[in-house]
């Protein structure tokens, strides 16, 4: 037989309620119940929704046994035991035709309890369905829930309810008649359970609730037993992995450990005692009371690891972060940090919950609405959230950087998980919100190789070509001179002729990635590009209108005769290095001008 809620658990889980890890899957079959809520109503339609609750309304009365579902069928038979009251605990058994004495269902009432006493076990109540028609999506019929196990002559054999009617027609959980089958109508005394036996008479027969008092002090000792061992276990396996493992004496393998230490020993120390008392034979009365507290201390534990795990994490990314100075990526983390831990409160209040038997169908869905709201009313701070995680996922920017964003340049001070914060060049601080900051137009200057010196000369347009020529080829014979200019994009080139002017376009990369030292080489070519313009016998062109007079002596007729015989020079002598320069004549110009590249 099987056992699924909501979803097809493990045979470990279903046959042997002993095993340590069935408090993890009650876990995380919570978690589904709970998440799948909400889905279920969304997907129904109103009407429907409406059509269904008033097909649930029953039109029978209510059962003053309270067996008209699984668990308040299981939940009446163990009140019934408790109080010593047999013959009512027998109205939780279906018997058949040839047991329907009262006295003889009174006995296998108490042959039943006495098999739950010597290791069987009741399914956690919270574990139960609590619906008219019981668990639907377990495999085993309509009329058919599994609560438990218990065990006969070493064999196992499965608890099972089945659902009947009564005269009304409405539904009666009861202990079905398979399972009464295989309860053996006497308990060999040899069989009592062992903490009976080594209890004195007065501690067995002196009851308390239903059960010996002896027994409420042994479960003390039991679970003060327990924690001890759980305690001496961990800690020596901690002391064999530090002496063993070397890695486990580096920070973030040291931080792991101890966020398991603490959460493994508290679940060890509750798997020891819940599978102590069964074996010893603690009443199943006092051990389906402390049911439902061990679901919530497994669930406790669970949500502890959680925590600490997170904590561990966040401090160790907190330190790596911190030596690389990387504060926007510190702020995402500590705030991921909390909102991780604000989720596991919520999340564990929700469960609690719901194990306690509350309906959150509603808390969730107004916890639903309410995020709606606040998702609605909070939009540019998650927006910016999502910005500054952006800003941190592809880091277009760094601080430190001078940058130029939107119209607006500087060097960025801070990078917040709302806003960044630049310093510009008039010592103000700009805030721009991460929002809008990685959606605009970022221009980072700190990244740069090389710089781009791109001056365009306009010249009087009475300037003849011979000095064109001369200009083109003496500009270009500076650039290739100076060894900071990178001599592959060294060019200049006469690109136009404007209203005013000829246009004379210089192209070049300055090899340096300091803007201050860009500055000092940009001055020193503009001061000799200057003199070159100047020795041509031509100046630069205004955007002016120009009235010639008498006394207006033009253009220098001495200089332009000079360019003018340079440049037939050059002819004659097949050296005009137009359209462009030869690899020897670049070569000999290389490095010769002197140039003092001493940093401040």
Same mark, same amino acid.
């Given at each position: 037989?099987?056992y ?5 658990l493990?045979?470990?889980f ?5 095993n ?6 009650g876990?995380?079959l919570?978690?589904?119940s709970f998440?799948a ?6 997907l129904?339609?109103e009407?429907d929704t409406?059509?269904a609750?008033?097909a649930?309304v029953?039109d029978w ?20 035991i ?9 109205l939780?058994?279906n018997?058949?035709s040839t047991?329907?004495?009262?006295? @003889?269902?009174?006995?296998?009432? @108490? ?7 010597q ?5 956690p109540?919270?574990?139960?369905s609590?619906?008219y028609?019981?668990?639907e ?11 438990g196990?218990?065990?006969?002559n070493?064999?196992?054999?499965d608890?099972?309810l089945?659902?009947?009617?009564d005269?009304?027609g ?5 202990? !079905? ?5 295989r ?5 060999e005394?040899?069989d009592?359970?062992?903490a ?17 008092v002896?027994q ?6 039991i679970?003060g037993l327990a924690?001890t061992?759980?305690w001496?276990?961990t ?8 002496r ?7 920070? @973030?393998?040291a931080?792991?450990?101890h966020a ?9 120390a509750?798997?020891l ?7 010893v034979g603690?009443?199943?009365?006092v ?8 679901v919530?201390?497994?669930?406790v534990?669970f949500?502890?690891l959680?925590?600490r795990?997170i ?5 160790y990314?907190?330190r790596?972060?911190?030596?690389k100075?990387?504060?926007a990526a510190?702020s995402?983390?500590?705030f ?6 604000i989720a596991?409160i919520v999340f564990?209040?929700?469960a ?5 038997g509350?309906?959150v169908?509603?808390g ?8 709606i709201a606040?998702?609605?009313g909070a939009?540019?701070t998650?927006?910016n ?8 996922a592809?880091?277009p920017?760094?601080?430190?950087d001078?940058?130029?964003v ?9 990078i917040?998980?709302r ?14 919100p991460?929002?809008?900051? !990685?959606s ?15 001056p365009?000369?306009g010249?009087?347009?009475d300037t003849?070509?011979?000095q064109?020529r001369?200009l083109?080829v003496?500009?270009?014979a500076?650039?290739y ?11 200049v ?7 005013s002017?000829?246009d004379?376009?210089?192209?070049s990369?300055v090899l340096?990635?300091d803007?201050?030292e860009?500055?000092?080489?940009q001055e020193?070519l503009?001061?000799?590009m200057m003199?070159?313009i100047?020795?041509?016998?031509t100046d630069?062109?205004?955007?002016s ?7 207006d002596?033009?253009? !220098? ?6 360019a003018?015989e340079?440049v037939?020079?050059?002819?004659e002598?097949n050296d005009?290095?137009l ?5 020897e004549?670049i ?10 590249s001493?940093?401040?």
């Amino acid at each position: 037989m099987t056992y699924s809620v909501p979803f097809q658990l493990p045979p470990p889980f279903l046959k042997n309620q002993s095993n340590p890890y069935r408090f993890l899957w009650g876990f995380w079959l919570l978690l589904a119940s709970f998440v799948a809520v909400p889905a279920q109503a969304q997907l129904v339609p109103e009407a429907d929704t409406s059509a269904a609750v008033e097909a649930v309304v029953p039109d029978w009365a209510e059962d003053t046994l309270g067996r008209r579902t699984p668990r308040g069928a299981v939940q009446g038979f163990i009140s019934a035991i408790a109080k010593e009251n047999y013959d009512k605990a027998a109205l939780y058994l279906n018997l058949d035709s040839t047991l329907q004495q009262k006295q @003889h269902g009174a006995k296998l009432a @108490h042959a039943l309890q006495r098999l739950l006493d010597q290791g069987g076990e009741i399914i956690p109540y919270s574990l139960i369905s609590d619906t008219y028609t019981g668990r639907e999506d377990d495999n085993l019929g309509p009329n058919l829930d599994r609560v438990g196990s218990a065990t006969v002559n070493g064999e196992e054999f499965d608890l099972f309810l089945e659902k009947t009617e009564d005269t009304e027609g409405g539904p009666v959980w009861l202990f !079905s008649s398979q399972t009464i089958q295989r309860i053996p109508e006497v308990i060999e005394e040899a069989d009592k359970p062992l903490a009976n036996k080594v209890m004195p008479e007065f501690a067995v027969d002196t009851k308390w609730n239903g059960v010996p008092v002896g027994q409420w002090f042994f479960l003390l000792l039991i679970a003060g037993l327990a924690y001890t061992a759980s305690w001496v276990l961990t800690r020596l396996v901690v002391f064999i992995l530090r002496r063993s493992w070397r890695k486990a004496r580096e920070e @973030h393998i040291a931080g792991i450990i101890h966020a398991f230490t603490l959460p493994i020993q508290l679940y060890l120390a509750l798997w020891l005692f819940i599978a102590t008392t069964q074996r010893v034979g603690i009443s199943i009365i006092v051990r389906q009371q402390f049911s439902q507290l061990t679901v919530l201390m497994g669930l406790v534990v669970f949500l502890l690891l959680l925590w600490r795990l997170i904590e561990v994490m966040s401090q160790y990314l907190q330190r790596r972060l911190t030596r690389k100075r990387n504060q926007a990526a510190l702020s995402a983390v500590l705030f991921l940090r909390r909102g991780a831990k604000i989720a596991i409160i919520v999340f564990g209040i929700i469960a609690f919950l719901g194990m306690l038997g509350f309906d959150v169908t509603t808390g969730l869905a107004a916890l639903g609405i309410g995020g709606i709201a606040l998702a609605l009313g909070a939009q540019k701070t998650v927006e910016n959230f999502v910005g500054s995680v952006t800003l941190i996922a592809d880091q277009p920017i760094r601080v430190g950087d001078f940058c130029k964003v939107g119209e607006t340049v500087g060097t960025v001070e801070s990078i917040g998980m709302r806003s960044t914060r630049l310093r510009t060049n008039d010592r103000t601080v700009v805030t721009i919100p991460n929002g809008d900051f !990685s959606s605009q137009r970022i221009e980072n200057y700190a990244h740069r190789d090389r710089v781009w010196f791109h001056p365009t000369f306009g010249v009087r347009c009475d300037t003849s070509p011979d000095q064109l020529r001369y200009l083109l080829v003496e500009l270009r014979a500076i650039l290739y001179a100076h060894p900071k200019i990178d001599p592959e994009s060294a060019r200049v080139r006469f690109v136009g002729v404007s209203a005013s002017s000829f246009d004379l376009e210089v192209f070049s990369y300055v090899l340096t990635s300091d803007f201050n030292e860009f500055l000092e080489i940009q001055e020193e070519l503009l001061l000799r590009m200057m003199d070159v313009i100047a020795a041509s016998g031509t100046d630069f062109a205004f955007p002016s209108q120009t009235i010639y007079l008498g006394r207006d002596t033009g253009k !220098s007729e001495e200089n332009t005769q000079a360019a003018e015989e340079k440049v037939k020079t050059w002819r004659e002598t097949n050296d005009l290095q137009l359209p462009r320069f030869t690899p020897e004549r670049i070569e000999s110009l290389r490095n010769t001008i002197p140039y003092n590249s001493q940093k401040k």
